[in-house]
């Protein structure tokens, strides 16, 4: 433990567009903030947030934020921040951070790269594994969002297991979004009409096993209903074909997803790993039942509160929904669980989770 005179939270994430992983990022950034009196005396400096170029007109938050760089991007990250940052404890959020730096905490949601290395081109894998162990070895803790994570970052040897901090996300900000029924209507969907997954063709996303479920028929007037920005081209590109009826919603907003969810019979994930699973959870918090794969992180934190099928046969899928849609009592009773298990996952918890690794690392600066 050392002292150092500020909390300096690598915000390159806020110029990125918004996924998953930048969602986290920026709630453990707003946790951050809310919990600060917990953290001000450790800094005579206080808690800032740095930024490369114009990204300050995507922050929300109240804590100082500075931007402003000659490079931008990974360039920024490797070469400027590092500068920034001397004197400081460097918080990382968004798997990436500068490989020089040693006092940094750094969050890696997963090793995908490592046990899933189709579904990423050749250059993001060479990068991501260039960077990943030396990061592993060099800051002084790892976050990762899963006890799968963790082990899977301990396997592919990006860091030990001691250096390892395990912060699950939280997924109650979707009670705050306002239901949007514009897709549902534009589409002309019925509640319990349609499947809800994600339009993604990454190989571990495995998509096409819920293809291939709805392209043998016997489903009736139920649909699948994909949201995303992959279309019926680029599946068709890689060689899967598209079952008549499927509705491509493309991109959709935080309230129009909270809506497709909400009118859902379920919500499928038939991922063959995933570091956590944010949008099956998201799903249960909101009444949607989730069916998934027994996969990755997924069994970690749906455990029994949710309904799984096997990742490699389309008819176990088929089952699976006629079983929710159709079994007397099912879906009521994974609904019910569903609530349960997703209560347990919340940002207060992620952001007091940061907070006590945070005070491990940094001492009261003295007089």
């Not at 007109?57 to 990974?74: I, T, V």
């Not at 859902?264 to 991922?271: D, E, G, N, Q």
């Not at 009773?333 to 919340?346: H, I, N, Y």
Request: charged share 20%; hydrophobic share 40%; glycine share 8%.
């Amino acid at each position: 433990m050392r002292s150092y005179h500020s909390l300096l939270i690598n915000g390159r994430f806020l110029a990125a567009k918004q996924t998953g992983v930048q969602r986290v990022a920026r709630e453990l950034l707003h946790q951050v903030e809310k919990h600060a009196d917990q953290l001000d005396h450790l800094f005579d400096k206080g808690i800032r947030v740095r930024c490369p170029g114009d990204s300050t007109k995507d922050y929300d938050g109240g804590l100082p934020l500075e931007s402003g760089a000659r490079l931008r991007g990974q360039a920024w990250e490797q070469f400027e921040l590092p500068l920034y940052a001397k004197g400081s404890l460097l918080l990382n959020l968004c798997n990436m951070a500068p490989i020089t730096s040693k006092h940094a905490i750094t969050m890696i949601h997963d090793a995908q790269v490592y046990s899933m290395p189709s579904s990423y081109s050749r250059a993001f894998r060479q990068w991501y594994r260039f960077v990943l162990p030396r990061l592993g070895r060099r800051h002084l803790q790892i976050l990762t969002v899963s006890e799968f994570s963790a082990r899977q970052l301990v396997e592919f040897g990006v860091a030990p297991a001691d250096r390892i901090t395990v912060i699950y996300n939280g997924v109650d900000h979707v009670r705050g979004f306002t239901p949007d029924l514009t897709v549902n209507e534009a589409h002309g969907l019925v509640p319990r009409g349609y499947v809800l997954a994600l339009a993604n063709t990454q190989h571990h996303k495995n998509i096409q096993v819920l293809l291939r479920a709805f392209g043998r028929g016997g489903l009736g007037h139920t649909r699948l209903v994909l949201i995303g920005g992959a279309d019926a081209d680029e599946f068709a590109a890689q060689g899967l074909a598209v079952p008549p009826g499927t509705i491509f919603a493309g991109k959709v907003s935080d309230g129009q997803m909270r809506a497709l969810m909400e009118d859902a019979l379920c919500f499928a994930m038939p991922s063959l790993t995933e570091g956590f699973g944010l949008p099956p959870l998201e799903a249960m918090m909101l009444g949607c039942p989730a069916l998934l794969a027994p996969c990755g992180a997924l069994p970690e934190v749906c455990e029994d509160a949710a309904l799984y099928a096997n990742p490699h046969d389309p008819d176990a899928w088929k089952g699976a929904i006629l079983r929710i849609r159709d079994e007397p009592g099912l879906r009521e009773r994974l609904v019910e669980a569903g609530r349960l298990q997703s209560d347990q996952f919340t940002w207060d918890a992620a952001g007091r989770r940061i907070v006590e690794t945070i005070k491990r690392f940094a001492a009261p600066r003295t007089a």
